[in-house]
């Protein structure tokens, strides 16, 4: 096999190659023959690894590899799946996700443990032939990773670290970090975990659109601050929002990397906004001066947050284009707004919608936020009135008994009372069930056949990214993506429309099971909804 490329100069000597197989007629080959084959592509790929990608987290691939704290209240943590490097260029698959628990008795506290990925492998599909016992082996060689707690210091050429804990005596509970970047004895410590290089960005056509018209705008913002309101510090921020608008162009941001440099161009804003304050009162008295310096406190929020989701670069893209129309009307000049073309094959930008007084709502994905206890009787979705037909009072024993609601073959069942925000803020209290494994059942009544029926289940959205299967009076009805998570503002209304071709009768039973292995299924409340 070939040597590696480790910083030596140009003109190094290479003395060994690469082998390829070649297969010719009256070749006959053996196990070594076969074994070698495997062993090219094997090096080849580890050798492309090493040399042309840093080892680590690769972001962006399922879960992450993220390690969280459980609902539960202790010592277990859950390592989501996900895809990693090592320093040997090995590839390392977590494909579902695996919960740890710490023994305590098992270390001299206080102490530093690392959680650590490891590569894997194990041979399986043993045969053996009676006719001759000479000829046996294992048919496949597993390749897989292996989750570990240790206490010695991860080397990257080995391992890759996924997360630390500082564990103190008598410690009862894992969390995760208040702060992020200060965490405290026995919270979860993500600062330290490699994150793997990737080329190009994996922004949608759409998502890259808007991140171009946002950054388009802020330009246009700071320019007028340089320009027309001689605010000296603008001049450095629209140097930074350049700097972005580059690394967008040549397409290296995505959800890696944007919201730090987001963090750059908003810490540049802030310094505009203390700057006019102390040197400009007069601009400092306006009323949208007011308005841009509290949209600077809300990007500054959202950032605090650290929510690396694709529905937190939409909050944050939106608020930083009003932060950008407020500077225009400012200065005079007009309004900065998002009149970038759709990509062709795009849909129509949706207007808002006003059914007969009802809560309209653009499309169901709205629905997620209402941020009431009980949900409407009717609302408007798309234009369309849909009415409640029926609820879920889960935990509430008459409501549970009268939709005969179960848990059935769980692996683990637990009550939860919670007291979260919706996106908006409002905090409420609401009390549900989760479990893991198995699948929950219940009953839909005052159904009108031939028509579709949405689903709306209250979850906490701290725990995300798994797919929920219906099943309609035992058809199975389609799958819900419950893409994402929130660890801030938790409370989601998430909702599922099933076909109106699934809804054949009065009453129907209806079955939910997880796709996605080992996760908690939480619900707090249904409401189900029929076209008027």
């Not at 946002?214 to 320019?223: E, P, V, Y």
């Not at 769980?410 to 996106?423: E, G, H, I, N």
């Not at 009390?431 to 009953?443: C, E, M, N």
Request: proline share 4%; with cysteine; hydrophobic share 40%.
């Amino acid at each position: 096999m070939a040597t590696e490329r480790n910083e030596k100069p140009a003109t190094a000597v290479v003395n060994k190659s690469f082998k390829r197989i070649n297969f010719f007629k009256g070749f006959l080959t053996t196990e070594h023959d076969w074994n070698d084959a495997e062993r090219y592509h094997l090096e080849k790929r580890k050798l492309h690894n090493r040399l042309c990608h840093a080892p680590g987290v690769v972001q962006g691939y399922s879960g992450e590899l993220k390690v969280i704290a459980r609902a539960r209240g202790d010592l277990s943590f859950e390592v989501q799946a996900g895809y990693g490097m090592d320093g040997e260029g090995h590839d390392l698959v977590l494909w579902e996700t695996q919960i740890k628990t710490i023994v305590p008795e098992e270390y001299k506290l206080p102490t530093v443990l690392y959680v650590v990925l490891r590569f894997a492998e194990e041979l399986t599909d043993f045969i053996a032939y009676k006719e001759n016992l000479e000829y046996k082996g294992h048919r496949r060689v597993m390749e897989g990773a292996r989750v570990e707690i240790t206490q010695t210091q991860p080397d990257v050429k080995q391992e890759i670290e996924l997360a630390r804990i500082l564990l103190e005596k008598g410690a009862t509970r894992i969390r995760d970090a208040r702060d992020p970047a200060d965490p405290r004895p026995n919270e979860i410590d993500l600062r330290f975990v490699p994150h793997a290089g990737i080329a190009g960005s994996f922004f949608d056509p759409i998502m890259r659109q808007r991140i171009t018209a946002m950054l388009a705008a802020t330009r246009k913002s700071f320019l007028h601050m340089a320009r027309d309101g001689k605010v000296v510090t603008a001049h450095d921020a629209l140097a930074a929002t350049i700097t972005a608008s580059g690394l967008h162009a040549v397409e290296i941001l995505d959800l890696r990397n944007i919201f730090d440099v987001m963090a750059l161009i908003i810490e540049m804003q802030h310094e505009c906004a203390v700057e006019i304050e102390v040197a400009h009162p007069g601009l400092a008295q306006r009323k949208e001066f007011a308005d841009f310096r509290k949209h600077i406190e809300i990007l500054k929020g959202l950032l605090g947050e650290r929510r690396f989701t694709i529905d937190a670069l939409q909050n944050l893209a939106a608020y930083e284009q009003k932060a950008s129309e407020i500077v225009a009307a400012a200065f005079g000049g007009p309004a900065v707004v998002d009149d970038t073309p759709a990509p062709a094959g795009a849909p129509a930008k949706k207007q808002a919608l006003n059914v007969d007084g009802l809560p309209s709502f653009q499309e169901w994905e709205q629905v997620k936020g209402i941020s009431q206890l009980d949900l409407p009787d009717a609302i408007a979705v798309n234009g369309v009135p849909w009415v409640m037909i029926d609820k879920i009072n889960v935990m509430d024993k008459d409501s549970e008994e009268a939709h005969e609601l179960q848990v059935i073959d769980a692996k683990d069942s637990y009550r939860s009372r919670q007291k979260l925000k919706y996106p908006d803020g409002t905090l409420l209290e609401d009390v549900g069930r989760a479990h893991v494994g198995g699948y929950a059942t219940f009953k839909v009544k005052n159904v009108t056949a031939g028509k579709e029926l949405a689903v709306v289940r209250r979850i906490d959205y701290v725990y995300g990214d798994y797919e929920l299967e219906f099943f309609v009076d035992g058809k199975s009805a389609g799958v819900s993506d419950n893409k994402g998570t929130d660890r801030v503002n938790r409370w989601r209304n998430w909702p599922y429309v099933i076909s109106a071709d699934n809804i054949t009768k009065s009453t129907v039973t209806i079955k939910q099971t997880a796709v996605t292995a080992g996760r908690d299924i939480n619900m707090f409340r249904y409401w189900f909804y029929q076209p008027k």
